[in-house]
């Protein structure tokens, strides 16, 4: 079937509505308003500080995905590439995809092929799972008490899981120290990476996270006495679910699941100052960049084009 991707886009965008509808339907507008401005603006200031480290990360994840294909190119420039990219595909979904495409328009300016763009999609896509995996795994392991009482899991089964999603990436690592050829799985093959650079995954990966459960963690504490590690416990629940569904975003799935393991407060405002903060103003922001780059890109290409050949003289 030609059209299933926009099948699942559709109906992703269509559960993203439900959620969110379910979530929101029980405040009136006053309430909501009201909700959200009673975030203190130290807590959002704090907030919009963790997400700006966040997208700094995230810049990283294509600056060493580049040296990964062996196509390497100026820090600024996958800087442009990597925010203009994530700030749209973070709300469009199917990131594969949206901030694929974005990917594909920089880097094929710069000499890149779809095969190179291909890989480092996919390189950043294990950078985001390690990352996840990572803090994951530190956070149900250091808080495992906190762990069992958000979850409702037993002990054991959280250290498990625990040790479960660190075993990941040092599997991963030790791949890269030992393997030259590449990995099949099934048709798939997959380049393992320099040892340096599975490092720089893993690091870059849970630092990223940490920053972005350091952004909701400063929106939640303003109505509600939360340790950060239960609050990065939830946000990788959350955001796992949310690669899972592809939403948009992850609208309405965050804050279900959320709202759903932290019952104990009224948490919508909050939520919502996250969203702003994380999604929805690096949204605007990346698309003004990105038409801006567009146009300028566009007319450097227009005017390289129709520059007349310099005559060589006899």
């Known amino acids: ?33 009201a909700a959200v401005t009673a975030v203190p603006v130290h807590r959002l200031v704090g907030a919009a500080g963790f997400a700006a480290a966040s997208y700094v990360s995230l810049t990283f994840f294509d600056y060493l995905a580049l040296r990964y294909v062996g196509r390497p190119l100026p820090y600024p420039k996958a800087a442009l590439a990597s925010f203009t990219a994530l700030s749209l595909g973070h709300n469009i979904g199917l990131a594969a995809l949206s901030s694929g495409a974005v990917r594909y328009r920089f880097y094929s300016r710069w000499g890149l092929n779809a095969g190179d763009v291909a890989k480092v999609i996919v390189f950043c896509g294990i ?15 250091l ?9 409702g899991l037993t002990h054991p089964v959280i250290i498990a899981l625990g040790l479960g ?6 599997i991963y690592m030790i791949l890269s120290l030992f393997v030259r050829r590449p990995l099949r799985i099934r048709r798939w093959s997959l380049e393992m990476p320099a040892f340096r650079l599975a490092i720089g995954q893993v690091l870059i990966g849970s630092i990223n996270f940490a920053f972005v459960a350091a952004c909701l963690h400063q929106t939640l504490a303003a109505m509600a006495d939360v340790a950060y590690l239960g609050v990065a416990s939830v946000y990788v629940i959350a955001n796992a679910t949310a690669l899972v569904s592809h939403v948009p975003g992850g609208l309405g799935v965050i804050e279900s699941v959320v709202m759903y393991l932290l019952p ?26 990105f038409a801006v780059t567009e146009l300028v890109l ?9 520059e007349a050949p310099v005559p060589v003289k006899a």
Do not use: H
């Open 298 to 306: 566009r007319n450097r290409g227009s005017s390289s084009e129709g």
């Open 143 to 151: 808080r495992s008490s906190l762990a069992v009482e958000i979850t």
């Open 127 to 141: 950078t985001v799972g390690l990352g996840l995996l990572t803090l994951g795994g530190t956070a149900l392991l």
């Open 1 to 33: 079937m030609r059209n299933w991707k926009y099948l699942i886009a559709v109906a992703a965008i269509g559960l993203a509505a439900f959620l969110l509808y379910r979530t929101l339907s029980r405040y009136s507008l006053d309430e909501l308003i």
């Open 264 to 289: 104990q407060s009224d948490l919508i405002g909050p939520l919502l100052v996250f969203r702003f903060v994380y999604f929805l103003a690096p949204l605007a922001l990346g698309s003004i960049l």
């Open 165 to 170: 999603c660190l075993a990941v990436p040092a």
